[in-house]
T-cell receptor, first 116, second 112 residues
């Protein structure tokens, strides 16, 4: 399977714990995006990378959130001191980047986070 | 800022046509997309339209864009039970950012 993969698919944690999610984009895709989707809503942009550079961060990304893409391939999203309001589906997407015909973003299956 | 709105729910009978509507506010949108999300699955891109186009047809799907009214619609011909899902419209302004701005989604229910 050569699509976007995310791990884990589900995570249950207690309030105050730290969690880390991983995203593996489609090989050779330069751009990688993180979105958050809460129940009944559309996905909301969190941040994106062009290769290893983090180019934009949403105001939704509080100080407790950090994302990295150290070698320009996979990415991690860490949430420190989780709160119940962090419960959501965290979606990762990748795209070829510059020169892509219509900027299609390919989405992974998501990581569902539940904070108790 | 950008804002994208959709009606929440649509119910149609199998074999009928479905029309899902979307309005957006960003007049600088470059591309507009329709994504499909089935339970437990990721987002699947169905089709897209470039902002200088009025219409695009792709098999059972027809996208209409009214730039003046900032209105986008997706028509599904001969709707099947397998089309039951949540449909999101999304827009992107490649001039300023590469992020997608999504609507709240329309749940399509197809009945027999």
């Amino acid at each position: 399977d050569t699509g976007v993969s995310q791990d884990p698919r589900h995570k249950i944690t207690k309030r105050g714990q730290n969690v880390t999610f991983r995203c593996d984009p489609i090989s050779e895709h330069n751009r990688l995006y993180w979105y958050r989707q809460t129940l009944g809503q559309g996905p909301e942009f969190l941040t994106y990378f062009q290769n290893e550079a983090q180019l934009e961060k949403s105001r939704l990304l509080s100080d407790r959130f950090s994302a990295e893409r150290p070698k320009g391939s996979f990415s991690t999203l860490e949430i420190q001191r989780t709160e119940q309001g962090d419960s959501a589906m965290y979606l990762c997407a990748s795209s070829p980047g510059e020169g892509a015909t219509y900027n299609e973003q390919f989405f992974g299956p998501g990581t569902r986070l539940t904070v108790l | 800022g950008e804002d994208v709105e959709q009606s929440l729910f649509l119910s149609v009978r199998e074999g009928d046509s479905s029309v899902i509507n979307c309005t957006y506010t960003d007049s600088s949108s470059t591309y507009l997309y329709w994504y499909k999300q089935e339970p437990g699955a990721g987002l699947q891109l169905l089709t897209y339209i470039f902002s200088n186009m009025d219409m695009k047809q792709d098999q059972r799907l027809t996208v209409l864009l009214n730039k003046k009214d900032k209105h986008l619609s997706l028509r599904i011909a001969d709707t099947q039970t397998g089309d039951s899902a949540i449909y999101f419209c999304a827009e992107i302004n490649t001039g300023t950012a590469s992020k997608l701005t999504f609507g709240t989604g329309t749940r399509l229910q197809v009945t027999l």
